[in-house]
């Protein structure tokens, strides 16, 4: 389930954004682990572009 | 970029972003992380996005929350893009779905913000396990890989 709250905050064009305390490192949520070992993998069969595995 | 996007909050370390979705569905929590794939030369950094959850308090893209607001919420990843890469250079971002359906959206997002994100990025398709530049409408592709120029 997400999180659902109330507001509203839409910008026009890029800026940035504010550093936050709040904001914490997901880094090894189980998710994004999943994600960075399945990225890896593909990354090493495939190479990048222009410079095909062999 | 010149898109509408929502305002959002980053971590000291400008690796995890944070917004919020707003449309019919409410207020809904929303999450980008940068993480670097070990030992890659050069760099690459996979970005994880979902929504955070309720219960667990930890990014997860299995939800579909469908508030109506795509190509903002597409825009708002983009803006984090640049802004990752103001603080951390332009490297090289891989990008996939969870599912073969939701980086079909993905591919939807890119092909529907194209005039602007081309400017900006780089955008490679993987099909066939091969890289090819990014043509909208042309190929599904399986994941994609971002550059900003």
Redesign the interface.
Known sequence: ???????????????????????????N????LK??E???K??Q??????K?KK | ?????????????Y??????S?GP?????K?V?F?R??N?D?A?Y?L?F??????TG??????S?NNQDRE?VLATVA??I??FC?HHGNH?I?A?G?TASRTRLYQMGITSLWEEISIDFEV?G?KD???Q?FEPNQNNYD?F?VKRR
């Open positions: 389930m997400s999180a659902i709250v109330n507001g509203s905050s839409i910008k026009k064009g890029f800026g940035a954004g504010t550093v936050s305390d709040d904001v914490k490192s997901h880094a949520d189980p998710f994004v994600k960075v399945e990225a890896t593909t990354l069969r495939v190479g990048l572009p222009g095909k | 970029m010149n898109l509408e996007r929502y305002q959002y909050s980053n971590s000291n370390d690796h995890d972003y944070e917004f919020y707003e569905k409410g207020r809904i929590s999450m992380t993480s794939i070990p890659s050069p690459i996979n994880a979902g929504d955070l959850s309720t219960v930890e990014l997860d893209d299995s939800v929350s903002i803006n984090t640049v802004e103001n090289y891989y996939k969870s490679y993987l396990n091969d890289w530049e994941a890989l």
